[in-house]
């Protein structure tokens, strides 16, 4: 029996996925590409115990908040900064969709690592408080409180966008 059976066909269906997930924890494509393949890797080496009795999409999806959170914590990884990207020189006005984008990007990427994993997990991927627990291996409690705590730094950081 191949260890790694089954494991492309997770890979397939669920890297697109996935690859959203980093890339809304990074905010930048190529880490995204980076973290995702880290995080594989770890899959792989543990697959035939999580196809046997695990559920290899969360240890995927928790791999992936914790590798973030490492990454900023041990400032291996400059996770994209605050600056927003100065108006073309052209002078073409950007319309309105995009600036609002580039200010909830803007906002987004000065939360911390925590804050930004519940904010992805529970409005993004519209997980429920005990799931973004359990992807984060924190309690509801924590997750409760930095939901508060990342919303109130968004209504600073971007007044004019409505975050309830």
Known sequence: MDRYE????????RQQSLMRTAYLLTGNAHLAEDLLQMVLIR??????KLARNGNPEAYARRALVNQTI??????QVE??????????????????????RLALQHALARLTPKQRAVIVLRFYEDRSE????ELMGVS??????????ALAKLRALAPEEVYR
Request: aromatic fraction near 8%; hydrophobic fraction near 40%; charge should be positive.
């Open 6 to 13: 089954g494991f492309h066909e997770f890979v397939r269906a």
């Open 43 to 48: 899959v792989a080496a543990h697959w035939a």
């Open 70 to 75: 490492s990454w900023r914590r041990r400032k």
């Open 79 to 100: 996770l994209p900064g605050a600056e927003l990207p100065e108006q073309a020189a052209t002078g073409q006005l950007h319309d309105e969709a995009t600036v609002r």
């Open 130 to 133: 005990q799931e973004t627990a």
């Open 140 to 149: 509801v409690g924590t997750v409760k409180s930095q939901t508060n705590y």
